[in-house]
Nanobody, 120 residues
Framework: QVQLVESGGGLVQAGGSLRLSCAAS????????MGWYRQAPGKQRDLVAT???????DYADSVKGRFTISRDDAKNTVYLQMNSLKPEDTAVYYC??????????????WGQGTQVTVSS
């Protein structure tokens, strides 16, 4: 059992910044990769950024240079710092965690999603 709670979404003007947080809790033995995805109305859910336990990162081309993903393993939390926001960044943002539970199961877990709206 792993649950993810997201926070930090909201309304911001173009050029502004937001910081998303996602805290994992439950029967966690080890967290491997953590990431953020987003989905705009009528669009598919796309990868935004990922970070491994070794702090290796990967970003979608559309956000590279503007967004930064980080993690705090002591808090089982992943963050997404979003700078220079554009209207096209408007979407529901979901966090994802790949984790092994104390029961020995490996799996992927999703947060509930948080709305990010960027006005022009």
């Amino acid at each position: 059992q792993v649950q993810l709670v997201e926070s930090g979404g909201g309304l911001v003007q173009a050029g502004g910044s937001l910081r998303l947080s996602c805290a994992a809790s439950g029967s966690i033995f080890r967290i491997n990769a953590m990431g953020w995805y987003r989905q705009a109305p009528g669009k598919q859910r796309d990868l935004v950024a990922t970070i491994t336990s070794g702090r290796s990162t990967d970003y979608a081309d559309s956000v590279k240079g503007r967004f930064t993903i980080s993690r705090d393993d002591a808090k089982n939390t992943v963050y997404l710092q979003m700078n220079s926001l554009k209207p096209e960044d408007t979407a529901v943002y979901y966090c994802n965690v790949e984790a092994r539970t104390w029961r020995g199961n490996n799996g992927n877990y999703w947060g509930q999603g948080t709305q990010v709206t960027v006005s022009s």
